[in-house]
């Protein structure tokens, strides 16, 4: 019965991947998107892989949760921890040298550009990315930081302090600004 269950919730959390990251990549969810992101999508499959890794340890199968996150790195150039929380419809636009380690937790539609990092320095800590964040090609997030809902973080930008919801992080180290564009964002 456990096991129906947690199929189920799998699957669920599949389709709901499916479903975020067909209105992210084409702006809705009719089946023609949903089933062109689950075709083509390599944001797809790094998602279904991760919530293949994720039941791996719910059920303490040996050796799956390392063989999967190993092809993940070899095929789709993305590296994931596997303590690592993703929410749905996580968008990896660019998926080649992203690095996501320890617990860090990533919200539901965070958008990653590519070439990021998101980890710790020090070991001491991981950070938390609400929904709706976009993380811009290059840009490191290091240490235990909360990065608010709908922020962007830049290119290349150093986050290593808080960012509010609704900002923009830029530079090195990253300074914070408010968004000007928030009433007018429709996610």
Do not use: C
Not at 57 to 68: A, E, M, R, S
């Amino acid at each position: 019965m456990n096991f129906l269950k947690s199929k189920r919730s799998m699957i669920g959390a599949l389709v709901a991947d499916a479903m975020e990251l067909a209105r992210a990549a084409n702006g809705h969810t009719d089946a023609k998107s949903i089933a062109k992101v689950v075709l083509t999508s390599d944001s797809y499959r790094i998602t279904a892989l991760n919530r293949a890794r994720e039941a791996a340890l719910d059920y303490h199968i040996p050796l799956v949760n390392h063989v999967l996150r190993v092809a993940q790195t070899a095929v789709l150039g993305i590296e994931i921890g596997k303590d690592v929380t993703l929410g749905k419809g996580v968008y990896f636009v660019h998926s080649l040298g992203i690095v996501i380690g320890g617990d860090a937790r990533i919200g539901d539609r965070v958008r990653f550009y590519g070439n990021n990092t998101v980890g710790t320095a020090k070991d001491n800590g991981y950070p938390v990315i609400e929904d709706d964040v976009w993380v811009g090609a290059g840009a490191r997030i290091l240490g235990p930081v909360r990065i608010g809902a709908r922020s962007r973080i830049g290119a290349n930008a150093v986050v290593l302090q808080d960012v509010p919801p609704d900002s923009v992080a830029v530079g090195i180290p990253a300074r914070i600004f408010p968004r000007k564009d928030t009433d007018d964002v429709v996610l």
